[in-house]
């Protein structure tokens, strides 16, 4: 298993009141496996997992890209900065 | 030079930083809290970054500018925390020889910054908080993009 | 407002008169002298205005970009006297609802000032000096400029 | 005949040193006749008037624009602000 770090942003870190938190997934999970686990975890992001970005280690990432021990996800509603 | 603070933006220290003898034109782009959003009246805005990555991107967007247009000066600061009406909440001022390259360069990159930095803001009015519908971001900067 | 004057231009008074809750977006043009012209060193720049008559066209200016954009604070100020390198001899500053109006307003504004305000300089060089080229002025803003 | 004001801008101010003078012409007088009268009082002028452009009453003035009493008519070289 890897560990790695979720965090969430805007109305995701309210609805989940968390900023960030560890979550075990097992070698070879790619961020389109990890939304099932995050919904499966946080129920209430569930309805907003389908418009949000993600990034890995400060760079978006692609929902096919294969995490690795020690990755930071984000988990970014739409942008609203500037 | 970047910067992502929790400070009031002081847009005479970024004009400073753009005294330059070799440049003719500076432009500066403000971007500000307005009072109003979709006919509700707006009373303060809640800017909330994920640091280090806006850092990157911001960073990025410099990059890239300097790449796209003849920069010999330029700064981008955006601000986070509780705003109150009037507040500046970004600060992009470029200094290029002529006026037309950094008229291009500073909308790209206010543009560019609205579609990549990963910054939320929360709109509070005086009968509750809503925050900002936004847009999905682009993953990196434009490089294809013609001058 | 319009404004020619003698005196060194600042910037910082120039952005407070933009404040106004109602409007996001403020930009701000600064054109000022540069070392160098056509390969060589320049030391200093004489700005010369027919003031009465630069003040009717600087106004006619702020008129036309208003009645283009939604414009909700406007400043245009031009130096005269002898500049300075790096000393600012125009600043433009437009506040609108939205960024595009804003840039689009300034831009329009400077572009048009260098088309139709009755404005010479004259550029010292260590052995000399002359008048800048310039270009025939066109007799009235474009008033059927698409935006 | 009328008086009228010139008043000389720029290089046409070096060259004249002259900022301004009061200048006799006939009723009907036109912008086009009067730069035949300015080359001629003020020869040094002769070979800049082709790109002058003329202001009668700070507005710019067309070639055929006829002065009246009392107007005020600038000479203006190609212009170089901001």
Known sequence: MLTITLRFF???????????????????????????????????????LKIVSFS??????????????????????????? | MIELTNESINSEAILAKMEDHATGGVVLFLGR???????????????????????????EIENQTRAKWPVRKMAIVHRTGTLKLGEVSVAIAV??????????ACRYAIDTLKETVPIWKKEHFADGAAWVKGVQPKSKCQEGDSK
Not at chain 1, 17 to 45: A, H, S, Y
Not at chain 1, 56 to 82: H, Q
Not at chain 2, 95 to 104: K, L, P, Q, T, V
Request: aromatic letters at 6%.
């Open chain 2, 33 to 59: 809290v307005r009072d109003h959003a979709e006919g509700r009246q707006v009373e303060r805005m809640d800017y909330e970054a994920y640091s280090e990555m806006a850092r990157v991107k911001l960073q």
């Open chain 1, 10 to 48: 805007g109305q995701l870190r309210e609805l989940t009141n968390t900023e960030e938190t560890p979550i075990q997934v097992k070698e070879g999970t790619r961020i389109e496996d990890l939304i099932w686990l995050v919904g499966e975890r946080f129920p209430v992001t569930k309805e907003h």
């Open chain 1, 56 to 82: 890995i280690d400060n760079e978006y990432a692609a929902k096919d890209a294969v995490l690795r021990e020690g990755n930071v996800v984000g988990l970014l509603p739409p942008i609203s900065g500037g």
């Open chain 2, 95 to 104: 200094a290029c020889g002529h006026r037309g390259e950094a008229f291009e």
